[in-house]
C-alpha cells in the first residue's frame, strides 16, 4: 500500500506543470547562467589576464546598468500581470520597453558627453555595455511574461537560441581572429543578444503591444521597482564591485587573476540558484501550509551538500590547474580560490535563509542587510586591496558575505523563536 501511494505520488510530480517548468528553467539557468563556467578554461587559455579582466568588467558593467538606466522597472511586469487586465496590462509592459530604450539612449550620450575623459577601450566597452543592455532588458521583458503565463517551453526556445548562437558565434571567431583580445569574447556575446532582443520586439508586436507610452502606468511600475534598485545595487556592489576597485588600485592583469578564482566561487552560486528557482515556489507553498517539518529537513540537506560541493569545487580546481599547462601565465594563489568558494557557500546559505524574508514581504530589512555588508565589503576593498592586492578583495568578500549570512540568520531566529 505504501509502494503504492508512493508510485502515485511520483507519477503526479512528474506529470504536474511545476515539475515540468521546474525542470525547463533549471535546464535553461544551468546553460545560460552556467556559460562562463563552462567557458573558462578554454578562454584562459587564449586570453591574457588583461583581457580576461575586461571581459569580466563588460559583464559587470552589463550588470550595473539594470538598476542605473533601467531602475529595475522590468522586474515590475512579473507583479502587475497579476493586478491589471489585458489591454492595460499590454500598455504598461510596451511603457516599460519603451523606457529601457530611452534611457539606453541617454546612456550613449552621456558616454559621448564624457568621452574625453575615458580611455578609448573603456569608452567602447561602455558603448557595448550599453547596447547589451538595452536588447538584454527587451528580451527580459518578454521571458517575465513568459514565465507568469506558464509558456516555459517559449522560455526554453528564447534562452537556448541566445546560448548556441552566443558559442555559434564565439567557435566561428575562433577560426576569423588572429590574436585573441577582450573582442573576441564580448562582440559573439552582444551579437547574441542584439539578434535575440530583436526577435523579442518583433514578437511584441505579433502579440499585439503597441509603442505606445502610459505615464500612469509607468509611475506604478516605477513606485513598485525603485525600492528594489537598493537591494540589487548592494548586491552588485558585493558580487562585482571589487572588480571596479581592482582595477582602480591594480590594473586590469590583476583583475583577470581575480575573475578566475571569482568564477570557481560562482559555480557554487549557479547550482544553488538553479535549485532555488524550484525550491522557492515549494518554500512559499511549505509556510504557507505550515509544513515547518517539511522546510527543516530540505534545509539540513543544503547546509550538508553546500560545503560538500564547494570541496568539490576546490578538489577540481586543483586539478585543472596543475593540468592545464595554460593557468601557468595566471597568478592565482590558492588561498584566494579558497576563500572565494567558501564566500560563494555562504552566500548561497544567505539566499537560503533570504527566502524566509521574501516570503513575509519584508524586503526593506533585506534591503538594508544587503546594503550594510556592501559598505563593509567597499571599506574592506579600499583598505586592503593597495595593502595585499587581489587577496584583499577576497578577504573582503568573505567578510562581507559572512556578515550578511549571520545578520540574517540572527533575524530568522528571533522571529522564529529559536
Not at 550595473?64 to 496590462?89: A, C, W
Not at 568539490?312 to 588561498?335: A, C, M, Q, R, T
Request: aromatic share 16%; charged share 15%.
Amino acid at each position: 500500500m505504501i509502494k503504492s501511494k508512493v508510485g502515485n505520488l511520483k507519477s503526479g510530480l512528474l506529470k504536474s506543470v511545476l515539475f515540468r517548468d521546474t525542470m525547463i528553467y533549471g535546464l535553461t539557468n544551468a546553460l545560460y547562467t552556467g556559460l562562463p563556467l563552462l567557458l573558462m578554461p578554454f578562454l584562459v587559455t587564449v586570453m591574457s589576464p588583461e583581457d580576461y579582466g575586461m571581459v569580466d568588467l563588460f559583464r559587470s558593467m552589463g550588470q550595473v546598468l539594470i538598476p542605473i538606466l533601467g531602475l529595475s522597472t522590468v522586474q515590475s511586469i512579473g507583479r502587475f500581470y497579476f493586478d491589471l487586465k489585458e489591454e492595460e496590462f499590454k500598455k504598461f509592459v510596451a511603457s516599460v520597453v519603451i523606457f529601457q530604450i530611452v534611457s539606453g539612449l541617454l546612456g550613449v550620450i552621456l558616454i559621448s558627453v564624457f568621452s574625453t575623459f575615458l580611455e578609448e577601450k573603456y569608452r567602447i566597452l561602455g558603448y557595448l555595455s550599453v547596447i547589451f543592455f538595452v536588447f538584454n532588458q527587451v528580451m527580459e521583458g518578454l521571458l517575465v511574461i513568459y514565465r507568469v503565463k506558464k509558456e516555459a517551453t517559449k522560455y526554453l526556445i528564447i534562452r537556448i537560441s541566445s546560448v548556441l548562437l552566443d558559442i555559434g558565434l564565439l567557435t566561428g571567431f575562433y577560426f576569423l581572429y588572429t590574436s585573441y583580445d577582450w573582442t573576441y569574447r564580448v562582440y559573439p556575446n552582444i551579437i547574441s543578444v542584439v539578434v535575440l532582443g530583436i526577435v523579442s520586439l518583433l514578437l511584441f508586436f505579433k502579440y499585439g503591444y503597441k509603442a505606445a507610452f502610459d505615464k500612469k502606468l509607468f509611475i506604478q511600475a516605477v513606485s513598485y521597482s525603485s525600492p528594489l534598485i537598493l537591494h540589487m545595487m548592494s548586491g552588485y556592489v558585493l558580487n562585482i564591485g571589487d572588480r571596479f576597485l581592482i582595477v582602480h588600485f591594480l590594473g586590469e592583469a590583476e583583475l583577470g587573476n581575480y575573475a578566475v578564482a571569482y568564477q570557481l566561487g560562482m559555480a557554487i552560486n549557479f547550482f544553488y540558484t538553479s535549485f532555488n528557482l524550484a525550491w522557492t515556489p515549494t518554500f512559499y507553498e511549505w509556510m504557507k501550509k505550515g509544513n515547518y517539518v517539511g522546510i527543516a529537513k530540505v534545509k539540513k540537506i543544503v547546509y550538508l551538500l553546500l560545503p560538500l560541493l564547494g570541496g568539490g569545487i576546490i578538489l577540481l580546481w586543483s586539478v585543472l590547474y596543475s593540468f592545464l599547462g595554460n593557468f601557468s601565465k595566471y597568478d592565482i594563489p590558492f588561498i584566494i580560490v579558497v576563500i572565494i568558494v567558501v564566500s560563494y557557500v555562504l552566500f548561497s546559505l544567505y539566499k537560503f535563509e533570504a527566502n524566509y524574508y521574501l516570503y513575509s514581504k519584508n524586503t526593506k530589512k533585506l534591503s538594508m542587510l544587503t546594503f550594510s555588508s556592501a559598505v563593509v565589503a567597499v571599506i574592506l576593498n579600499v583598505v586592503l586591496l593597495p595593502k595585499i592586492g587581489i587577496l584583499g578583495a577576497a578577504i573582503a568578500t568573505l567578510s562581507s558575505f559572512v556578515f550578511m549570512y549571520c545578520m540574517v540568520y540572527i533575524n530568522n531566529n528571533k522571529r522564529q523563536g529559536t
